[in-house]
């Protein structure tokens, strides 16, 4: 009998104000105080992944939301995805790749492609998935117009639906504005 906690798969809106206060105290450890406000707003709002141990603590959690990007003059869907983490006590256990199958079937079966910003331990991750740093620039399109977003080039990475192809990286992806951290 398998005995690795379950994975869940939940809309935000079928999480508890419990859970989610759970998850957020998972955020918070994980990224030793530096997952701000904005961060937890970004993750809200789509689908997130979670495992969970026997008392119900969060062991993993990612999310993944919906973001618009502008390329070559066509607006794509993207999944992007937000707020993995994995419990210090329960790392190299397999549960950061459990939950990013579960973004990725995700991407694959409702988005044009994922994408994501890592940083540098969440970096491994990602590139043992096949997920690949976007290679050409950023930018955002704020209020007056597209910010370029040098300082993001290098961390952010994208992954091809199943069956489609990466994006050129001869023209910018230009992400849809929001506050805080725009990638």
Same mark, same amino acid.
């Given at each position: ?43 809200? #709002?789509?689908?997130? /992944?979670?495992?969970?141990? %026997? &008392?119900?603590?969060?062991?993993? !959690? =990612?999310?993944? $939301? ?12 993207? #999944?992007?995805?937000? /707020?993995?983490?994995?419990? %210090? &006590?329960?790392?190299?256990?397999? !549960? =950061?790749?459990? $939950? ?29 998935? =096949?997920?690949? $740093? ?29 069956? =489609? ?19």
């Amino acid at each position: 009998m398998d005995r690795s906690p379950a994975l869940r798969i939940a809309h935000t809106s079928e999480l508890t104000a419990s859970e989610r206060g759970r998850i957020r105290e998972l955020l918070d450890t994980a990224f030793e105080g530096s997952f701000a406000e904005e961060d937890w707003e970004h993750s809200l #709002g789509g689908i997130h /992944a979670l495992v969970c141990d %026997a &008392d119900g603590d969060p062991i993993a !959690h =990612g999310s993944l $939301v919906q973001r618009r990007v502008l390329h070559t003059g066509r607006s794509y869907r993207a #999944g992007y995805v937000e /707020a993995v983490a994995v419990r %210090a &006590d329960r790392r190299r256990e397999g !549960h =950061g790749h459990r $939950v990013m199958a579960a973004l990725e079937h995700i991407v694959d079966t409702a988005y044009d492609f994922g994408a994501l910003s890592a940083s540098d331990a969440g970096a491994p991750l990602y590139t043992a998935r =096949g997920w690949q $740093v976007w290679p050409g620039r950023l930018a955002a399109l704020g209020p007056a117009g597209p910010v370029p977003l040098p300082e993001e080039e290098g961390t952010t990475y994208v992954r091809p639906a199943a069956g =489609g192809t990466l994006l050129a990286p001869g023209h910018p992806l230009q992400f849809d504005w929001r506050e805080g951290d725009l990638l």
